[in-house]
């Protein structure tokens, strides 16, 4: 079990270089606070250089801004949209950009929403469970 | 502290008759399953008649067409948005839309975002660090 999960850590590792995570965006300069503040948190623990904070419109930094600052040594992508569903953004709009942005030396992978992650679930249905009064 | 959580399901139990679940909407037929699926996971394990869900715009039903629905036993309802963010929908859109909708005997109030919640600020960073390799 520690082998399997020490083996999980280096192919995840491996796999990606550098993780962008992706919000929607809003024409609201508030909105973007809750997502500056996850930021915030996961790159003082995990490290500035493994994470960055996107936004798909309306809101800077975009996809494209923040892959201009990322040095030649990542070479492998993943972006995680903070969205809880997959709709038009992340069926059209986001792969658009993503294409516009590959090129030979980079790999950039669109991951599921962070809302198809069952942990989100399971937090989803205990805050709707303890406003049922049910928890 | 047995006795502060009993005291506290009755308080929540007596500030709403009914939950009302809102997810934002979207163009694609296929982004409302998540919203659906985790609709369906409370309202088996919770009852029916303590939980909706409703769209703020383009997917079905409205809010004004769920709340149509309700019997008059219904008094106070919560309306949970399906939200990361506060932005202008949640400033501005849905306070509207909840103005227009109440009446001498109803009491609806929007609640804070899901998002707000500590339970899924902590999911998205456990997702985010397995992205990471770190967990």
Chains 1, 2 share one sequence.
Do not use: C
């Amino acid at each position: 079990m520690g082998n399997r999960e020490t083996l999980g850590i280096k192919m995840l590792r491996k796999e990606y270089d550098h993780i962008i995570l992706l919000a929607h965006g809003s024409p609201d300069p508030l909105w973007k606070q809750p997502f500056e503040s996850l930021y915030h948190q996961v790159s003082q623990t995990y490290g500035e250089g493994n994470v960055s904070l996107a936004y798909m419109e309306l809101t800077s930094p975009s996809l494209e801004d923040v892959i201009a600052t990322l040095g030649k040594e990542v070479r492998q992508i993943g972006v995680l949209p903070l969205f809880l569903a997959v709709g038009r953004h992340l069926r059209q709009d986001v792969p658009e950009q993503i294409a516009a942005l590959q090129t030979d030396g980079l790999d950039i992978k669109l991951l599921p929403p962070i809302g198809d992650d069952e942990r989100i679930k399971q937090a989803m249905q205990a805050v709707i469970a303890n406003h049922l009064g049910k928890v």
